[in-house]
């Protein structure tokens, strides 16, 4: 019979400690603002982040793949702009822009 409430007091402790860890996540997780939340997110559940870098970059492919095909009909010429920024450590970032 011990045993019994022993058991039942156990699970019953594991479920209350369950369902306040739950309420206190989602009450702490209110204050947060949008970048804390992706942080969050990032470390906590990286399979949803890899989940949606996974589609950008298909949706990204799929753009880029339509852009090709749009150049490659009308015969024209890829134009690359090149922009260059100097960064507060003596170090020159160049950027591309694809036109």
Known sequence: MKKKLNIKTTLLLVIVII????F???????????????????????YKVISKQQQELSRYKA???????????????????????KLSNDITLKKYLLT
Request: charged fraction near 25%.
């Open 19 to 22: 369902i306040g860890n739950y």
């Open 63 to 85: 753009i880029l793949s339509n852009q090709e095909l749009i150049i490659k009909k009308n015969n024209s010429d890829i134009l690359i702009k090149e922009n260059e920024t």
């Open 24 to 46: 206190l996540l989602n009450f702490v997780y209110s204050f947060l603002d949008g970048e804390q939340r992706q942080f969050i997110k990032k470390y906590i559940f990286p």
